[in-house]
């Protein structure tokens, strides 16, 4: 008789279970409502208020964790740090930052043009060196760190205890023996698996190290969607290193079980380090609250570090006047062969700048626009960027992986190649490794290297960096380096063929249902 007095007995459980569904409903209405108020694109609003309706327990923390397309606090981040250290916050936005809707070049070539529709700020007195692959990359990195005499700055999204992440710590180990600064930031999901004996042994070396941290504050505690994807290297304010390598392995084609990554990096040294510099500044800001003491925003002439055999052939190529363009006076004007500008971009902008940066590229060409990117997930701005370009008889083509580093990006993009089939614009596959490079060349006329991925996650979720280079050698290394790519890849959407049978038509419906948090 006992236990049937006892299940006839209210307990917590069934009191429980009504109340947690009607919260459940009340949150997901309300959800319902702020995907229509916040969510990026219709479609994907109308899909996630149809999921909150219709099955919340399920699509609930989903959308609270994938949906949300703006990152908070970065800006106020910074603003806080600026009410302390004035003078710094102030040399980073001089460094990154020009008015905004207010024209500031003549528009006469695409880096101007690019630089205009960023609101970022162009530099001169630059020098390259492009760095082909993880060996050229790691070598000169390496050996710029040994010689830095104040500050080395370092910002991986991955970073791996293996040989080269070893080789890089034993560097910056030497660096901290010789009294130099050393800052190392790192995204924390990228570097899910670096273990924590690495870091233990950097820290209790002096090594400021920091995880970007995206999930600060109570606002942001569920944005794990987010990440920080840039790769930059910053010596002393004069060199920097940016463009698609982590530190692993993989790189250099050494690491066990795991295919080559062919990528591409460069080397600066110049003004435009100092604006990388200021890239790393926003992100420390924003990782530890409070400025770079050390750092230096300001350089007399003969401390600028020249890169051998290409500092002086870009100042005889401008003393020779052979690069110009008609200014807004009607007459000719030199353009500094060396001009760039950096395309820093992430979900803090309040304009979707790295779909811009992208369009920007296609609106200006004119000859030819090559793409080169590990993934092949674009939004509709960009499908219809690349198509006006080849309607305009521009050589418009992309170079893309054939071998899966994500499976549902790489299913994702026989969907858009289907696509892009359709309009004339053709699709490369490298065979040679997994292609890892982010490259975009306009004409003869501008070249872009950097982290950023021809994705909806670089476009709208990631913190990311591109630089934007008009220097003509730099150009036809580049222009070199893409023949060879694509004269050892494949056409892989010809003209009139169908899909690949199974796996090309799962790409299409994974396409469909997830490019928007792919």
Not at 98 to 115: G, H, M, Q
Request: aromatic content about 12%.
């Amino acid at each position: 008789m006992q236990i049937f007095d006892s299940l006839s007995q209210p307990s917590w459980f069934i009191t429980f279970i009504p109340h947690l569904v009607v919260s459940i409903e009340i949150l997901a209405i309300f959800s319902a409502f702020h995907a229509l108020r916040h969510v990026r694109t219709s479609q994907a609003a109308v899909a996630w208020v149809i999921g909150l309706v219709t099955i919340p327990f399920l699509v609930l923390p989903m959308y609270w964790v994938f949906a949300r397309h703006r990152f908070e606090g970065y800006r106020e981040a910074i603003r806080a740090v600026g009410e302390r250290h004035v003078q710094s916050v102030a040399s980073v936005r001089r460094e990154l930052i020009t008015d905004a809707n207010v024209r500031t070049t003549t528009l006469n070539t695409s880096l101007e043009y690019l630089a205009d529709v960023l609101d970022t700020p162009l530099c001169a007195g630059n020098s390259y060196e492009l760095l082909i692959d993880g060996a050229s990359f790691f070598d000169s990195l390496l050996k710029r760190i040994d010689a830095a005499e104040h500050y080395v700055y370092l910002e991986f999204y991955i970073i791996r205890d293996d040989e080269i992440g070893r080789k890089l710590a034993d560097a910056l180990l030497r660096c901290v023996e010789r009294q130099v600064k050393v800052r190392l930031l790192y995204d924390e999901v990228g570097c899910l698996r670096l273990s924590r004996r690495y870091i233990r042994r950097l820290v209790a070396a002096g090594i400021d190290v920091r995880a970007f941290n995206t999930r600060q504050g109570f606002v942001n505690r569920f944005q794990i969607n987010f990440r920080n994807h840039r790769k930059l290297a910053v010596i002393d304010g004069k060199v920097a290193f940016v463009g698609g390598l982590n530190v692993g392995d993989e790189y250099l084609g050494i690491s066990a079980g795991r295919t080559r990554w062919r990528d591409t990096g460069l080397e600066i040294a110049g003004e435009l380090a100092r604006k990388v510099q200021a890239v790393f500044a926003g992100d420390y800001y924003w990782a530890a609250r409070t400025d770079l003491p050390e750092a230096k925003w300001h350089f007399e002439l003969d401390e600028q570090v020249e890169l051998e055999g290409h500092f002086e052939a870009d100042r005889h190529f401008e003393a020779e006047g052979d690069f110009e363009a008609e200014g807004s006076d009607g007459e000719s004007r030199a353009i500094d062969s060396s001009f760039a500008a950096v395309c820093a971009t992430g979900p803090a902008d309040q304009r979707p700048r790295a779909t811009m940066m992208f369009a920007s590229t296609a609106a200006t060409a004119k000859r030819r626009l090559w793409i080169s990117t590990p993934y092949l997930v674009p939004d509709d701005a960009l499908i219809v960027a690349l198509s006006m370009a080849r309607a305009r008889g521009v050589d418009v083509r992309l170079l893309i992986p054939s071998i899966a580093d994500q499976w549902a990006v790489f299913l994702a993009g026989y969907y858009y190649e289907q696509q892009l089939a359709e309009v004339g614009i053709p699709v490369y596959r490298f065979p040679k490794g997994f292609m890892h490079q982010k490259c975009v060349l306009v004409d003869d006329d501008l070249v872009l290297i950097g982290s950023t991925n021809f994705d909806n996650r670089s476009l709208y979720l990631n913190f990311e960096l591109m630089v934007a280079i008009a220097d003509p050698k730099l150009i036809a290394d580049v222009a070199e380096m893409l023949e060879h790519d694509f004269a050892e890849s494949t056409l892989s959407n010809a003209a009139g063929e169908s899909l690949r049978p199974i796996f090309a038509r799962m790409g299409t419906a994974v396409a469909r249902l997830f490019s928007p948090v792919l």
